[in-house]
């Protein structure tokens, strides 16, 4: 399987716990993007790698989140202290850079439920 | 925001074509349009882009007004495996103009 792939798929928290996903981009795409999905609305973005740098994130992205991508290669978004509110599908997609033009290529998310 | 506006939802029978409109009134000369769809629980794929020319793909085709305010994604032949949500987006793909502003998109339902 080429594709980005996600793990885990679903996760269970209570409030105010930790978590950690983990997004493996298509090994030579170089650029990496964490996405937030809510109910009934599309995806919402929350930060971008290109190789191991973090260039942009969100305003979305508050200081509860913390996002790497080590070495250029997989990336984790930690969320701290999870929130009722932090419930939601988050999604990782990935796309090289002089072909961006073509699109990205998403993963299947990682869908979180806080309790 | 998003700077796309679509139907929130449409109905397609199988095997006919489906043509999803998007309106983009405020387009600039260097944005391009974008379509990706989402079926449910997996995350969204892209479908085809363009400027200003139609464009086809094995997918689908886009059409764009000469005007460039309004598309046309076409399905050619709905199966029920096309029942997904639709996104229009428009993006300037120059430089560092790397991020997708979703709206809510189309839901396309194909019915038997």
């Known amino acids: 399987d080429t594709g980005v792939s996600q793990d885990p798929r679903h996760k269970i928290t209570k409030r105010g716990q930790n978590v950690t996903f983990r997004c493996d981009p298509i090994?030579?795409?170089?650029?990496l993007y964490w996405y937030r999905q809510t109910l009934g609305q599309g995806p919402e973005f929350l930060t971008y790698f290109q190789n191991e740098a973090q260039l942009e994130k969100s305003r979305l992205l508050s200081d509860r989140f913390s996002a790497e991508r080590p070495k250029g290669s997989f990336s984790t978004l930690e969320i701290q202290r999870t929130e009722q509110g932090d419930s939601a599908m988050y999604l990782c997609?990935?796309?090289?850079?002089?072909?961006?033009?073509?699109?990205?290529?998403f993963g299947s998310g990682t869908r979180l439920t806080v309790v | 925001d998003a700077k796309t506006t679509q139907p929130p939802s449409m109905d397609c029978a199988e095997g006919r074509a489906a043509n999803l409109p998007c309106n983009h009134s405020t387009i600039s000369g260097n944005e391009y349009v974008y379509w990706y769809r989402q079926i449910h629980s997996q995350g969204p794929q892209y479908i085809i882009h363009?400027?200003?020319n139609n464009e086809t793909n094995e997918m689908a085709s886009l059409i764009i007004t000469e005007d460039r305010k309004s598309s046309t994604l076409i399905l050619p032949h709905a199966t029920l495996r096309d029942t997904a949500v639709y996104y229009c987006?428009?993006?300037?793909?120059?430089?560092?103009?790397?991020?997708?502003?979703f709206g809510k998109g189309t839901l396309l339902t194909v019915n038997p």
């Open positions: 090994s030579e795409h170089n650029r």
């Open positions: 363009g400027l200003k």
């Open positions: 997609a990935s796309s090289l850079a002089d072909m961006e033009h073509y699109g990205y290529t």
């Open positions: 987006i428009v993006r300037d793909s120059g430089g560092s103009n790397y991020k997708l502003t």
